[in-house]
């Protein structure tokens, strides 16, 4: 029996992805792969859209849709479901990979199958994968911790305040799901024009944007894909 396969994907470049988890995707006779609706009632993957573009032939794609819901227990009946297909076939000694964007163990709610999988004793792996924030990273030429300094990850709900005792404490700051803090961050960017503030947006995708000006960045809002790097600066 194959091992169930996690496979990261990076965060949108289809070459960000490691050469272990193109071999696997190359090799699978089933990707499971998350999409979701679009307002109007499209359906839109990103995860298939790198697969995609990696020539892995579209016929061994087994797309699944997640409810775009901050309620967790519709995505696990999602989840649950990909549990019962792939395991399935798995038994019939199938190769499955099971996919997520950016690294698969990183904010990354599909790892719930990961772990009921492991839970229930079958036989299962991940692939490390580069996570949004290191690619945003490097887009922006940035050393993103340095020396001594410390890296704070933070997943959406935040304030100034701890923004600020972060930053005093010599932590730099990644904010993920930048859409659930909004106006803290436009509050930061006001009591804190010293900072240095990068921003990055759907990153890896033809829509890509970085901005480092901080009073542009306090004056925009942000969607689901966007990503926030501060950093005390020093000089
Ligand atoms: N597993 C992913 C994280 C998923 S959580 C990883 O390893 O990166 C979803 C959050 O990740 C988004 O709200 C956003 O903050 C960030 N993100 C993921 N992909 C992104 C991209 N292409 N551009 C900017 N931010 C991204």
Do not use: W
Not at 18 to 31: E, P, T, V, Y
Not at 83 to 95: D, G, P, R, V
Not at 119 to 129: L, Y
Not at 164 to 193: A, W
């Amino acid at each position: 029996m194959h091992p169930i396969i996690f496979v990261s994907l990076g965060p949108g470049d289809p070459e960000l992805i490691s050469i272990k988890g193109l071999k696997a995707l190359m090799s699978a006779d089933c990707i499971f792969c998350p999409q979701t609706f679009t307002k109007d009632n499209h359906t839109t993957s990103r995860a298939a859209d790198i697969i995609l573009s990696l020539g892995i032939n579209s016929c061994n794609i087994r797309r699944f849709t997640l409810p775009m819901s901050k309620q967790r227990d519709k995505a696990i009946g999602a989840y649950n479901k990909v549990y019962i297909e792939a395991t399935k076939l798995q038994s019939e000694n199938k190769k499955i990979c099971i996919v997520a964007e950016g690294d698969a163990g990183f904010y990354s709610s599909i790892h719930y199958i990961f772990d009921k999988l492991q839970a229930n004793g079958i036989p299962v792996t991940q692939i490390a994968g580069i996570p949004a924030f290191i690619a945003a990273g490097a887009l922006g030429g940035l050393h993103v911790a340095n020396q001594n300094e410390r890296l704070t990850v933070i997943p959406g709900a935040t304030t100034a305040e701890e923004i600020e005792k972060l930053i005093n404490e010599n932590s730099n700051i990644v904010i993920m799901k930048l859409s659930q803090c909004t106006d803290q961050i436009h509050r930061c960017i006001h009591l804190h024009p010293e900072y240095s503030y990068h921003y990055f947006e759907n990153i890896g995708t033809s829509n890509q944007k970085y901005l480092n000006n901080s009073q542009e960045i306090a004056s925009i809002s942000y969607p689901y894909f966007s990503l926030l790097i501060i950093q005390h600066n020093h000089n």
